[in-house]
Antibody
Framework: VQVVESGGGLVKPGESLRLSCAVSGLTFSDAWMSWVRQAPGKGLEWVGRIKARPAGGTIDYAAPVKGRFILSRDDSQNTIYMQMSSLKSEDTAVYFC????????????WGQGAPVTVSS | QSMLTQPPSASGTPGQRVTISCYGSTSNIGRNGVDWYRHLPGTAPKLLIYNDNSQWSAGVPARFFGSKSGTSASLAISGLQSEDEADYYC???????????FGTGTKVTVL
């Protein structure tokens, strides 16, 4: 299983950015996926999880991003997306995409991360 | 988002045993399995232990051992090696938050 993030970059406060996560090596339509971030000098922070459609496709978000970030998936492209809006300086972090190898959120395959910087 | 509590650092000499604690609550560790990850800055985190005490794969050395009691958990590293220097995080699903919470992280140093 391989996970590859893309779409990171530098944006101004209040702007939006979309991250992508391409997955290969498994039946993607059955995959649950998560996003985790690490701000500079800080620890790991769970951002959200999207279940596979056969499991209901439910999406859960961490409180700091709920209402601003939206997770989605395109099973035809083996890709999940995270649309980030109303970005704040505290959203500056490396964002990791990870495969949930076992419910509820055991993350056994991680990407290398996509850096996002929110600064004026 | 609440976090699980870990000591900021732990250290030992080669060959020693180091134990990292992880404190939570009834809504996370008390009800759900605890997972442990190792992270080297600039790299992808790696799953070591899941569901309290199961090693994820044959690639995880047997000297990594997880345990749990009540609302706290521990990761023990026996036979400490220089390659074990990294940041270690516990994590668990939190039923009250409907989210996955990570520990504050522990930096392990091999003296």
């Amino acid at each position: 299983v391989q996970v590859v993030e893309s779409g990171g970059g530098l944006v101004k406060p209040g702007e939006s950015l979309r991250l992508s996560c391409a997955v290969s090596g498994l039946t993607f339509s059955d995959a649950w996926m998560s996003w985790v971030r690490q701000a500079p000098g800080k620890g790991l922070e769970w951002v959200g999880r999207i279940k596979a459609r056969p499991a209901g496709g439910t999406i859960d978000y961490a409180a700091p991003v709920k209402g601003r970030f939206i997770l989605s998936r395109d099973d035809s492209q083996n890709t999940i997306y995270m649309q980030m809006s109303s970005l704040k300086s505290e959203d500056t972090a490396v964002y990791f995409c990870a495969y949930v190898g076992r419910a509820p959120s055991i993350l056994n395959v991680w990407g290398q991360g996509a850096p996002v910087t929110v600064s004026s | 988002q609440s976090m699980l509590t870990q000591p900021p650092s732990a250290s030992g000499t080669p060959g020693q045993r180091v134990t990292i604690s992880c404190y939570g609550s009834t809504s996370n560790i008390g009800r759900n399995g605890v997972d442990w990850y190792r992270h080297l800055p600039g790299t992808a985190p790696k799953l070591l232990i899941y569901n309290d005490n199961s090693q994820w794969s044959a690639g995880v050395p047997a000297r990594f051992f997880g345990s749990k009691s009540g609302t706290s958990a521990s990761l023990a590293i026996s036979g400490l090696q220089s390659e074990d220097e990294a940041d270690y995080y516990c994590a668990a699903w939190d039923d009250s938050l409907s989210g996955y919470v990570f520990g504050t992280g522990t930096k392990v140093t091999v003296l």
